[in-house]
């Protein structure tokens, strides 16, 4: 349950499954199977991402292979190499490397964003050749692994997906754990689960950048600057909330900037712009970094995919099986991945698409809307669509905005469920940490832009 007090925002019990619901996840595939509990990044050890490239290739943590002497360096124009961070988040670990390299923080290309509370890795390429100086490279909690040289950089998604290798602690001993986790492990390999946009998408602990975004696209800047600077969550810090607080009540931005920490990097340059701008909330938004903002506009459009997928089963549908007015994306043959091919299903063609279902060959998607998607190409998400822009009062010309055409989210759609492959359950052991509780260890891996956090959520179901 959320309740609002004095522009706070109350979770019951700041439960993850509260925070779930605020963005829209509320379903459950293997709702029949009761959760095993416990906790999850408890510690970044327990949590390992190894990014999987195009080629199928997984990532290694480890120096590689060294550059040759006698290649000629004059043909290539990237540099590119292993990023292993320990407990950063990407945009993080690259401004450091911006820093270090003196070079901007936009010529730093990688395909995708990994966890903060982790061990993970990831493939960058920078314009240039930067090997010599990347060998010296000397930050905190930051690796740079198998450099080379190369004529194409990494792009955003370019990458097949990532492979994780969890912990799950302070599970309850039952002599059933076993074979309950292995019943929820083939449930998901079968059938596989709901495709939400887990909370790192919107904010761990203020999971409210997909209101920011539209305030932002219903020109709405002062309300985007209370959501992003002023308003509270019980589940942000102490810290947190308590210069929040005090800059609501005094609207002291003098103050306000001497106090709020420096890991409130976004927050503290809006307070910079608006000391120099007084009242021009609309500069100061935008005065934040492209990248953010596109990420917060993304934010929005995921809230709506989230709520689209939960309606869609609120409403009777079938999550493993089609109905009349999905659309049915036909699966590449190389690497599953979605193509342009589709269908909607209610017609001549439903006896195809059913066996390609069958087969793991198509996927029912929904749409991801922006400035150019044709609703009427979706016929079933269209009507639920319709639904939740009323609920929320949400006026349809906001998808008209040329944020979103600055920003490219020309729209798209994406499947409804995921199936990861090669899960497995590596190991139930008694825990080391927490006293006579059980751990779980498990290894899987998703296609690009799937969360793990939603797989996990099937299993424990807390």
């Known amino acids: 349950m959320v309740e609002y007090r ?21 379903i459950y595939s293997t709702f029949e199977l009761k959760g095993i509990g416990g906790v999850y990044k408890n510690s970044y050890k327990d949590f390992v991402v190894q990014e999987i490239t195009e080629n199928g290739n997984v990532l290694g943590f480890r ?111 039952k002599s059933k754990n076993k074979k309950s986790i292995e019943k929820s492990l083939l449930k998901i390999k079968e059938s596989g689960f709901p495709n939400y946009y887990g909370l790192q998408r919107f904010g761990t602990f203020r999971p409210n950048s997909h209101l920011i975004g539209r305030y932002l696209l219903e020109n709405k800047f002062k309300e985007a600057y209370n959501e992003f600077i ?44 608006l000391i120099n701008n ?14 953010l903002i596109k990420l917060i506009l993304s934010s929005f459009q ?26 049915i994306s036909i699966l590449d043959d190389m690497d599953g991945q979605l193509t342009q091919i589709k269908y909607i299903f209610g017609g001549s063609y439903d006896t195809y698409l059913q066996e390609a279902l069958n087969l793991k060959r198509a996927s029912i998607v929904i749409p991801l809307v922006g400035y ?25 010309s906001i998808f008209h905005h040329e944020l979103l055409k600055d920003h490219d989210f020309k729209g798209s759609y994406r499947s409804m ?8 359950l590596i190991e139930i052991e008694p825990d080391d940490i927490f006293q006579n509780k059980q751990k779980v260890k498990i290894e899987f891996s998703l296609s690009k832009g799937s969360y793990a956090t939603m797989l996990l959520r099937e299993i424990m179901k807390m």
């Open 6 to 26: 004095n522009n706070i925002c109350f979770f019951e019990d700041n439960k993850e499954s509260e925070l779930e619901k605020f963005v829209g996840i509320q």
């Open 63 to 173: 120096k590689d292979k060294q550059l040759s002497t006698t290649d000629n360096y004059s043909k290539y124009k990237y540099t590119t190499f292993n990023l292993v961070k320990v407990n950063r988040d990407t945009f993080d670990a690259v401004r450091l490397i911006s820093k270090a390299l003196k070079i901007p923080v936009d010529k730093i290309e990688y395909s995708g964003l990994k966890d903060k509370c982790s061990i993970s890795v990831q493939r960058i390429s920078i314009p240039g050749n930067f090997v010599d100086r990347l060998k010296k490279l000397n930050i905190r909690d930051v690796f740079v692994r198998d450099i080379s040289l190369s004529k194409r950089s990494i792009r955003l998604g370019s990458n097949w997906g990532n492979k994780f290798t969890i912990t799950i602690r302070n599970i309850e001993k």
């Open 230 to 273: 002023l308003n509270t969550y019980s589940t942000e810090s102490e810290l947190s909330r308590n210069v929040r607080t005090e800059l609501r009540d005094t609207a002291n931005l003098e103050k306000a900037l001497e106090q709020f920490p420096k890991s409130l990097n976004y927050e503290r340059q809006i307070l910079k712009y």
């Open 278 to 291: 007084p009242g021009d909330y609309e500069g100061a938004m935008h005065h934040l970094p492209s990248y």
């Open 302 to 327: 995921s809230y709506l995919f989230n709520k689209l997928l939960s309606l869609r089963v609120k409403k009777g549908y079938s999550l493993f099986k089609p109905a009349d007015g999905d659309v």
């Open 372 to 396: 150019d998607s044709n609703l009427d190409e979706f016929p079933l998400m269209q009507s639920l669509l319709l639904d939740i822009l009323e609920e929320e009062q949400i006026n349809p």
């Open 417 to 424: 469920l995921v199936r990861p492959k090669e899960l497995n």
